[in-house]
T-cell receptor, first 114, second 113 residues
Framework: GENVEQHPSTLSVQEGDSAVIKCTYS??????FPWYKQELGKRPQLIID?????GEKKDQRIAVTLNKTAKHFSLHITETQPEDSAVYFC?????????????FGTGTLLAVQP | DAGVTQSPTHLIKTRGQQVTLRCSPK?????VSWYQQALGQGPQFIFQ???????QRGNFPDRFSGHQYPNYSSELNVNALLLGDSALYLC????????????FGPGTRLTVL
């Protein structure tokens, strides 16, 4: 069935270092891949998304890469700051249509040490 | 411009009871999805509504049902509550015509005792 695997489950970095979170999806029909950041007790917030017709997308310190052949996509955060500390979720869906349920990964707890 | 809102914020119920959770989508959005997020896990898709009908459903039993009103707001109903239904219930909305992006509400924390 549809599945998204996410690694690592926890990640600790020093302030200023880079962080990379990786996801693998199973449904080859998936074509929309958002990333959400969820702080403790708060709602998931979209930080970046990518569609399958694009290999890479960047927004300031955040970038996402997609390898359709391998069904992998990754989140890259550069120059990490303590406020980047949160749980990050990747997700995959079949977008562009009337319905687009999101299949989420299990989350990565990122801790940025000052 | 109000974002997605949900009520109530917290709810405590006992096993066997029924519960109704409410969601108002972001202005301009016509599609509402519901997700269940157990502690320490990613959100799990329950179902999606647009044009007042359930359009897509995840792997949840019939105890979970919903409704969408003409103003696009939505309800999630859960009957015969089980301890395992304790979770954060998230509502997400989108504009079906314009984008795949889903925006989440703050959630309702349901505790079943």
């Amino acid at each position: 069935g549809e599945n998204v695997e996410q690694h690592p489950s926890t990640l600790s970095v020093q302030e200023g270092d880079s962080a990379v979170i990786k996801c693998t999806y199973s449904d080859s029909a998936s074509n929309y891949f958002p990333w959400y950041k969820q702080e403790l007790g708060k709602r998931p917030q979209l930080i970046i998304d990518i569609r399958s017709n694009v290999g890479e997308k960047k927004d300031q310190r955040i970038a996402v890469t997609l390898n359709k052949t391998a069904k992998h996509f990754s989140l890259h955060i550069t120059e990490t700051q303590p406020e980047d500390s949160a749980v990050y979720f990747c997700a995959a869906s079949i977008g562009g249509g009337a319905t687009n349920k999101l299949i989420f990964g299990t989350g990565t707890l990122l801790a940025v040490q000052p | 411009d109000a974002g997605v809102t949900q009520s109530p914020t917290h709810l405590i119920k006992t096993r066997g009871q029924q519960v109704t959770l409410r969601c108002s989508p972001k202005s301009g959005h016509d599609t509402v999805s519901w997700y269940q997020q157990a502690l320490g896990q990613g959100p799990q898709f329950i179902f999606q509504y647009y044009e007042e009908e359930e359009r897509q459903r995840g792997n949840f039993p019939d105890r979970f049902s919903g409704h969408q009103y003409p103003n696009y707001s939505s309800e999630l109903n859960v009957n015969a509550l089980l301890l395992g239904d304790s979770a954060l219930y998230l509502c997400a909305s989108r504009s079906r015509q314009r984008t795949d992006t889903q925006y989440f509400g703050p959630g309702t924390r349901l505790t079943v005792l």
